[in-house]
């Protein structure tokens, strides 16, 4: 160590005596394996998001009641803790489930009250409509650059869109 450089020479990258690194030595099965990972992750991510509506909306349709601020804040950090104690075991796809369960009964009671508002479902769909529009005008145009669009639909202001909400259906 020198005071020009105060990591040690031996710490430095290029001064160990490593194989050099060469890019595109990818073979197909590495690629496959890559892309099997990929579709297993989005598959996850899409059963544990469907499992969490299925629980709200059976939470809604129970009228089950609201958990309390402790019983939520234990819940959350609890099963967040479980699903990190177990993320080398066979028991972390359950705490995973279990995660986004209690995520989805604990939306539930608020999903319930939104809904029995005057005109609470149609305020639902539309925004569901509108996020939708969102994503089909960002997968068309995907160098848009345009964050207008996206913080006024983020703060629930209504965006002006190519065709009407009537007209669309």
Not at 26 to 36: G, L, M, Q, Y
Not at 55 to 75: C, D, E, K, N, R
Not at 95 to 122: I, K, R
Request: net charge positive; aromatic share 8%.
């Amino acid at each position: 160590m020198n005071s020009k450089f105060p990591i040690p020479v031996t710490a430095r990258p290029d001064a160990m005596h490593s194989a050099p690194i060469t890019a595109g030595s990818a073979t197909p099965t590495d690629v496959a394996a890559a892309s099997r990972v990929l579709r297993n992750t989005y598959a996850l991510l899409s059963m544990t998001l469907l499992f969490s509506a299925a629980i709200a909306a059976a939470s809604v349709a129970f009228q089950l009641p609201a958990p309390g601020l402790l019983l939520t804040l234990g819940g959350y950090f609890g099963l967040l803790f479980a699903v990190y104690k177990f993320k080398n075991s066979s028991w972390a796809l359950p705490a995973v489930f279990a995660l986004t369960g209690f995520m989805g009964y604990s939306h539930g009671p608020v999903l319930a009250q939104s809904l029995a508002l005057p005109g609470g479902a149609q305020v639902r769909l539309r925004r569901l409509r509108r996020m939708n529009l969102h994503q089909e005008h960002t997968m068309k145009c995907p160098t848009c650059t345009d964050t207008a669009l996206v913080m006024s639909d983020r703060q629930g202001v209504d965006i002006s869109l190519p065709y009407s909400a009537d007209a669309a259906g």
